[in-house]
């Protein structure tokens, strides 16, 4: 298991930027694939975007491709979401979340159910 606990969050006007950060301990951590998750107040949580290892192995949900970057540190036990041109609609409460590898695992990286390990969240606001 990993222990997972996100920062970074905040409010900002839109068009403006965050970078959340989510620290694991924990053994293993460049064995997991890592997701950012968001849950706005009456709606589904949802996946953002996911990461296994490097550039080439990311995944973002359409709604914030363009924006958004996600990026890990393995040497730190550091996941990253860079956000740019925060619009309201990115208001939320920002999740990491972890799970142990397995191949297919890409197919499915917006699920919330294949992710063992969660944060407890960082809030972002976004106003107009």
């Known amino acids: 298991q990993v222990q997972l606990v996100e920062s970074g969050g905040g409010s900002v006007q839109a068009g403006g930027s965050l970078r959340l950060s989510c620290a694991a301990s924990?053994?293993?951590?460049?064995?997991?694939?890592m997701a950012w998750f968001r849950q706005a107040p009456g709606k589904e949580r949802e996946g953002v975007a996911a990461?296994?290892?490097?550039?080439?192995?990311?995944y973002y949900a359409d709604s914030v491709k363009g924006r958004f970057t996600i990026s890990r540190d393995n040497a730190q036990s550091t996941l990253y979401l860079q956000m740019n041109s925060l619009q309201p609609e990115d208001t939320a409460m920002y999740y990491c979340?972890?799970?142990?590898?397995?191949?297919?695992?890409?197919?499915?990286?917006?699920?919330?159910?294949?992710?063992?390990?969660w944060g407890q969240g960082t809030q972002v606001t976004v106003s107009s």
């Open positions: 979340a972890a799970g142990a590898f397995h191949y297919g695992w890409s197919g499915a990286w917006w699920q919330a159910a294949i992710y063992h390990s």
């Open positions: 924990g053994t293993a951590y460049g064995l997991y694939y």
């Open positions: 990461i296994y290892n490097g550039i080439g192995d990311t």
